[in-house]
């Protein structure tokens, strides 16, 4: 923890970068993400099993863009999620100083997205058993016990979408849901505008989504969202190999090669 | 309006459950799940909790429903035909286990349906809702009402007040015209007041700020670093708005299917980037902090100065939930 604050502290005098973003005490005896400008406030930053906001969310935010080049407090979901961002062309690796914290709670400081890249191969993503025991527990139902089985999990859904504000890859500046002239989705949360929306949240993240749960952790109804986005990392595993997010690769289901075992495209 | 109290005992409040039920009211009470705990309707007493501080949700959408048909519509060559949303098929509802704090935001989102012009869905809906609140006997660090004008034990809004007493047995506070009729429908469930004293039995909630003191010191404070430094992390979603008993910002949206239609209204939240973008793509509030200052303004300074009664009852809800923990009272306490 000290070497961390350290870090930031002298990354701030030497004016090398202009904001810190790490996590903080919060409210009761929650953490929240802090942005610290000032050297003499590091001393602020903790780092412990509470802090699961994933925080790169906020390096495509343009309020925290304002503020000046960034140094973020990075544990795996982040670096994973900031991986992605890079594959995706929304970060340079002179836009941030990446502050990696390791399982063990270790600094560890990363010079390009490549040496990310390196770290998170020993850390690949692996969805948790008691998980896929309740998605396989789902895709064994037969459709209308499936298809009632989630509109009942997104009926109390109110498109608050806390979710989407959460998620580091939902950083589009004009969502599908706010096309509005036509509307594309439809704004009410009744039962077609739920469902509508839930499926194309969760087919925008396919073969992009790192797991980091933000979006489930975001959800003040406590939706199983988290069940689609992880169902359709197993799809991705399945049909194209394991998520792996290379810089200079693409996504899978926004690449397409003449040599595709799939005959529809050609 | 003269406060009745009795002591109803604590076997004798499923008695007055399944009456309600039985007189074909509609029962709205808190619900535990395993990651939440909501207002949603009941058929059984034993589907209600009473281990719960406040719900998830508010009781809001009983009256504001979050997509409200106001009018289909039909149109021919020369015509269109307008047919608005029927009132009848409202039912009558009890919310049941509403806190006081629940049960005074009542009044601020009738106040703002009655602007103007009478809201007819709101008003109707509003009509039909009987409250029976439960005063709270504990609280957390999140919760405020004594600053803002309310107590755990506050009788404002509700139809009938439950107490819990040292017996487990509760005082019913009997407030509105509404509350007795009730009493009168299950007389013999209703005794003698208690001798015990209702405050002793109540949280002891701290008052952190006075409401008219932080409204006089809002008038001066548009310009200012706070909204800035106290939202930096907000994420720009509904969630705040959306759990709060007093926001009512809605939209209005069209479903048109070729010639027929209807027209809705859904929830919004000052919270959304799309919040009050102009159709020229200009928005005047064009940040996460110009976007938190009209929250605060709102509920301190706008709706006090309007109809008397702040926008906020302290309950804590938006800061529980808010996934970036942004906290109200703290920003509040802060200026
Ligand atoms: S788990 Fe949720 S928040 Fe995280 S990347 Fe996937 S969709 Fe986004
Ligand atoms: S956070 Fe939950 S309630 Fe809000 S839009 Fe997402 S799923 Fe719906
Ligand atoms: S304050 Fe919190 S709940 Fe409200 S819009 Fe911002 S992130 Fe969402
Ligand atoms: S603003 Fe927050 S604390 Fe105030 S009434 Fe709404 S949800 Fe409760």
């Given at each position: 923890?000290?070497?961390?604050?350290?870090?930031?502290?002298?990354?701030?005098?030497?004016?090398?970068?202009?904001?810190?973003?790490?996590?903080?005490?919060?409210s009761?005896?929650?953490?929240?993400?802090?942005?610290?400008?000032?050297?003499?406030?590091?001393?602020?930053?903790?780092?412990?099993?509470?802090?699961?906001?994933?925080?790169?969310?906020?390096?495509?935010?343009?309020?925290?863009?304002?503020?000046?080049?960034?140094?973020?407090?990075?544990?795996?979901?982040?670096?994973?999620?900031?991986?992605?961002?890079?594959?995706?062309?929304?970060?340079?690796?002179?836009?941030?100083?990446?502050?990696?914290?390791?399982?063990?709670?270790?600094?560890?400081?990363?010079?390009?997205?490549?040496?990310?890249?390196?770290?998170?191969?020993?850390?690949?993503?692996?969805?948790?058993?008691?998980?896929?025991?309740?998605?396989?527990?789902?895709?064994?139902?037969?459709?209308?016990?499936?298809?009632?089985?989630?509109?009942?999990?997104?009926?109390?859904?109110?498109?608050?979408?806390?979710?989407?504000?959460?998620?580091?890859?939902?950083?589009?500046?004009?969502?599908?849901?706010?096309?509005?002239?036509?509307?594309?989705?439809?704004?009410?949360?009744?039962?077609?505008?739920?469902?509508?929306?839930?499926?194309?949240?969760?087919?925008?993240?396919?073969?992009?989504?790192?797991?980091?749960?933000?979006?489930?952790?975001?959800?003040?109804?406590?939706?199983?969202?988290?069940?689609?986005?992880?169902?359709?990392?197993?799809?991705?595993?399945?049909?194209?190999?394991?998520?792996?997010?290379?810089?200079?690769?693409?996504?899978?289901?926004?690449?397409?090669?003449?040599?595709?075992?799939?005959?529809?495209?050609? | 309006?003269?406060?009745?109290?009795?002591?109803?005992?604590?076997?004798?409040?499923?008695?007055?459950?399944?009456?309600?039920?039985?007189?074909?009211?509609?029962?709205?009470?808190?619900?535990?799940?395993?990651?939440?705990?909501?207002?949603?309707?009941?058929?059984?007493?034993?589907?209600?909790?009473?281990?719960?501080?406040?719900?998830?949700?508010a009781?809001k959408?009983?009256?504001?429903?979050?997509?409200?048909?106001?009018?289909?519509?039909?149109?021919?060559?020369?015509?269109?035909?307008?047919?608005?949303?029927?009132?009848?098929?409202?039912?009558?509802?009890?919310?049941?286990?509403?806190?006081p704090c629940d049960?005074a935001a009542f009044i601020p989102l009738t106040d703002t349906?009655?602007g103007?012009?009478?809201?007819?869905?709101?008003?109707?809906?509003?009509?039909?809702?009987?409250?029976?609140?439960?005063?709270?006997?504990?609280?957390?660090e999140y919760c405020f009402c004594t600053s803002v004008n309310g107590s755990?034990?506050n009788?404002a809004g509700?139809?009938?007040?439950?107490?819990?007493?040292?017996?487990?047995?509760?005082?019913?506070?009997?407030?509105?015209?509404?509350?007795?009729?009730?009493?009168?429908?299950?007389?013999?469930?209703?005794?003698?007041?208690?001798?015990?004293?209702?405050?002793?039995?109540?949280?002891?909630v701290k008052t952190y700020f006075n409401q008219d003191e932080i409204q006089a010191k809002l008038q001066n404070l548009f310009e200012n670093p706070v909204w800035d430094e106290k939202s930096?992390?907000c994420?720009?979603?509904g969630s705040c708005a959306f759990v709060c008993p007093v926001c009512s910002c809605?939209?209005?949206?069209?479903?048109?299917?070729?010639?027929?239609?209807?027209?809705?209204?859904?929830?919004?939240s000052c919270g959304?980037?799309?919040f009050t973008?102009?159709?020229?793509?200009?928005?005047p509030r064009?940040?996460q902090g110009a976007r938190w200052r009209q929250r605060i303004l709102h509920k301190f300074l706008y709706m006090p100065d309007k109809s008397k009664v702040a926008g906020c009852v302290g309950c804590g809800r938006c800061s529980r939930v808010c996934?970036?923990?942004i906290n109200i009272l703290e920003t509040v306490t802060s200026i």
């Amino acid at each position: 923890m000290n070497e961390l604050i350290q870090k930031a502290k002298s990354l701030l005098e030497s004016d090398t970068v202009q904001v810190v973003i790490g996590y903080g005490k919060g409210s009761a005896d929650k953490t929240r993400a802090i942005f610290l400008t000032k050297p003499e406030d590091c001393d602020q930053l903790l780092f412990d099993s509470r802090c699961v906001q994933n925080l790169a969310v906020y390096l495509t935010k343009h309020e925290i863009k304002h503020l000046g080049k960034p140094a973020i407090v990075a544990p795996i979901p982040v670096l994973r999620s900031i991986l992605q961002l890079a594959v995706e062309n929304q970060l340079k690796e002179s836009d941030l100083v990446i502050l990696g914290v390791s399982p063990e709670s270790k600094l560890i400081e990363f010079d390009s997205f490549g040496a990310i890249e390196l770290f998170l191969n020993a850390y690949k993503i692996q969805i948790d058993e008691k998980y896929k025991a309740t998605i396989d527990k789902i895709k064994a139902m037969p459709v209308s016990e499936r298809f009632a089985f989630w509109i009942k999990e997104l009926e109390p859904c109110f498109k608050c979408y806390a979710c989407r504000a959460a998620c580091p890859l939902c950083y589009c500046p004009k969502c599908t849901v706010e096309n509005n002239q036509p509307q594309w989705i439809p704004a009410a949360s009744h039962l077609l505008g739920n469902l509508e929306w839930h499926v194309m949240r969760a087919m925008h993240l396919a073969g992009r989504c790192t797991d980091c749960e933000a979006c489930y952790n975001a959800c003040p109804m406590g939706i199983p969202i988290h069940l689609l986005t992880k169902s359709m990392l197993q799809d991705v595993e399945e049909h194209f190999g394991p998520y792996g997010p290379s810089v200079g690769k693409r996504n899978t289901l926004s690449s397409f090669n003449p040599d595709d075992k799939e005959s529809f495209i050609r | 309006m003269q406060i009745d109290n009795y002591l109803i005992r604590q076997t004798s409040l499923e008695k007055l459950f399944n009456n309600l039920i039985g007189n074909g009211k509609t029962v709205f009470a808190p619900q535990a799940s395993e990651k939440r705990i909501l207002f949603e309707k009941v058929k059984a007493f034993s589907e209600i909790t009473d281990n719960y501080l406040v719900t998830t949700n508010a009781a809001k959408s009983v009256v504001f429903p979050r997509t409200e048909k106001l009018f289909s519509y039909k149109k021919t060559k020369e015509t269109t035909e307008i047919t608005d949303a029927s009132t009848e098929a409202v039912p009558e509802v009890v919310l049941w286990g509403t806190r006081p704090c629940d049960a005074a935001a009542f009044i601020p989102l009738t106040d703002t349906f009655n602007g103007d012009y009478p809201d007819i869905l709101y008003n109707n809906r509003r009509g039909k809702v009987y409250l029976l609140s439960f005063s709270c006997a504990t609280c957390d660090e999140y919760c405020f009402c004594t600053s803002v004008n309310g107590s755990p034990g506050n009788t404002a809004g509700s139809d009938i007040l439950f107490t819990k007493l040292s017996t487990g047995d509760y005082l019913a506070e009997v407030i509105t015209e509404k509350g007795k009729k009730l009493v009168a429908e299950n007389q013999t469930l209703f005794e003698a007041a208690p001798e015990e004293e209702k405050e002793p039995n109540l949280a002891k909630v701290k008052t952190y700020f006075n409401q008219d003191e932080i409204q006089a010191k809002l008038q001066n404070l548009f310009e200012n670093p706070v909204w800035d430094e106290k939202s930096r992390a907000c994420l720009g979603c509904g969630s705040c708005a959306f759990v709060c008993p007093v926001c009512s910002c809605f939209d209005i949206q069209d479903e048109k299917h070729g010639s027929k239609g209807t027209r809705l209204r859904c929830w919004d939240s000052c919270g959304f980037s799309l919040f009050t973008l102009h159709t020229s793509g200009h928005n005047p509030r064009e940040t996460q902090g110009a976007r938190w200052r009209q929250r605060i303004l709102h509920k301190f300074l706008y709706m006090p100065d309007k109809s008397k009664v702040a926008g906020c009852v302290g309950c804590g809800r938006c800061s529980r939930v808010c996934p970036a923990d942004i906290n109200i009272l703290e920003t509040v306490t802060s200026i």
